[in-house]
Structures are given as C-alpha cells and as structure tokens.
C-alpha cells in the first residue's frame, strides 16, 4: 500500500520560513510529478508547486520567488522550502504524488494534509 507522509507545518509569524517534507513508502515502481496543493478554509484546493521526475519545476503566481519545490536524491520525497511567509499563505497543505504501480496503473496520491498557519 502506498502512503504519503508529510511533516514541517506549523505556526510562524508573517515573514519567517518553514520547510514542509513529503515521503513515499510502500511498493510501486515509479514516481513521477510530485506536488504540493493547499486548502484555505472555504477556498477551493489549489496547485502550490510542482517538480517532475527530471527537476522540472512549476509555481503558482503568488508563490514564485518565495517558495522552493525540491525532490531527494532517492526521488521519493519532496520538500517545499517556503519562505518571507504571508497571512495568506495559511492553509493546509497536501503533499500529491502520480505513483506508477508494478502493476502498470498510475494513481495520484494524497498524503494527510498539515497546517501551516502564519500570523500577521
């Protein structure tokens, strides 16, 4: 059974930095875009960032040049490096990844979702 698993939110005030982690586990073949998505209370959920499996990466407007996606060198976690934090950035952010199973189907999966809160 695949999982994933995120850790780093938290609480920090307007302007400081948090680095959210996203692991894989489980058993499939591959792994190929990995994300993250947040979910403001009464807004729709939404694309943060995005990173391939060959490092191309993918940001949403009002994160370009605060937030940085990255992938480990095992290429089963992501991390989103976020930083000059606004109140706006609150949300609950999700970890997605599109796993290719041995099997030969790909699903996307979702991790548990952790808060990141940043106050004004």
């Known amino acids: 059974q695949v999982q994933l698993v995120e850790s780093g939110g938290g609480l920090v005030q307007a302007g400081g930095s948090l680095r959210l982690s996203c692991t894989a586990s489980?058993?499939?073949?591959?792994?190929?875009?990995m994300a993250w998505f947040r979910q403001a209370p009464g807004k729709q959920r939404e694309l943060v960032a995005s990173?391939?499996?060959?490092?191309?990466?993918n940001y949403a407007d009002s994160v370009k040049g605060r937030f940085t996606i990255s992938r480990g060198s095992a290429k089963n976690t992501v991390s989103l490096q976020m930083n000059s934090l606004k109140a706006e950035d609150t949300a609950v952010y999700y970890c997605?990844?599109?796993?290719?199973?041995?099997?030969?189907?790909?699903?996307?999966?979702w991790g548990q979702g952790t808060q990141v809160t940043v106050s004004s």
């Open positions: 489980g058993s499939f073949a591959y792994i190929n875009d």
């Open positions: 990173i391939t499996s060959g490092g191309m990466t």
């Open positions: 997605n990844a599109e796993i290719l199973l041995y099997s030969g189907y790909a699903n996307a999966y």
